[in-house]
């Protein structure tokens, strides 16, 4: 069974600090994808990382991609308020995805 | 605002009904995603079109089918209801290319009583 783990599930961090959110996915995926969804709004597609070795950064935020560990990670730099939401990663194994639990990040000021 | 479509926002239904969710594309996507949200299951990929085309099918039910039109718009019809399809029901387009970024429309919450 193909299986997409983050961790942790719930984070609460203080603002200006630092943190990282792990993707381990089970099968092999040329693609992982993160997105982010607000309480109650729907999803937004934040990075695809399309290679081993992907780094993409947008803002505070940078995502990586290891295929061979196959794990990604999201990494948070100074959290600042506005980046609590829950985000997802998912995984797209022959056209269909498959999405981590979500981890729910409170960035406390 | 993603520039995806979809109506209705909220439905009410009873179980044993049968309703439709409709979902119009960002201009110039070729691609349509479904996927179901809940609590229990979390984020479930239901099924992709592609120009109208079947591409991929995730963890959809029987009772569920879907369409895409030549307009590119796309029906996901949802029969035989259950209280367990009681969900967030979204719609996702994208270009078609191979970076295949989504763009999420903001939903159809589903409930059946």
């Known amino acids: 069974e193909l299986k997409v783990e983050q961790n942790p599930l719930f984070l609460s961090m203080q603002e200006g600090k630092n943190y990282t959110i792990y993707c381990n996915y089970s099968t092999t995926s040329d693609r992982l994808y993160w997105y982010r969804q607000d309480p109650g709004k729907s999803l937004e597609s934040l990075f695809v990382?399309?290679?081993?070795?992907a780094v993409k950064q947008e803002g505070r935020l940078m995502a990586s991609l290891d295929t061979k560990a196959r794990l990604s990670t999201l990494h948070i730099t100074a959290a600042v308020h506005d980046l609590s939401a829950t985000y997802f990663c998912?995984?797209?194994?022959?056209?269909?995805?498959?999405f981590g639990t979500g981890t729910s990040l409170t960035v406390i000021p | 605002d993603s520039g995806v479509t979809q109506t209705p926002k909220h439905l009410i239904t009873a179980t044993g009904q049968r309703v439709t969710l409709r979902c119009s594309p960002r201009?110039?996507?070729?691609?349509v995603y479904w996927y179901q949200q809940s609590l229990d299951q979390g984020l479930q990929f239901l099924i992709q079109y592609y120009n109208g085309e079947e591409r991929a099918k995730g963890n959809i039910l029987e009772r569920f089918s879907a369409q895409q039109f030549p307009d590119l718009h796309s029906e996901l019809n949802l029969s035989s209801l259950e209280l367990g399809d009681s969900a967030l029901y979204f719609c996702a387009s994208s270009p078609g290319t191979n970076l295949n970024i989504q763009y999420f429309g903001a939903g159809t919450r589903l409930s059946v009583l």
């Open positions: 998912a995984v797209e194994p022959g056209n269909q995805f498959y």
């Open positions: 201009s110039g996507d070729l691609s």
């Open positions: 990382l399309l290679s081993n070795g």
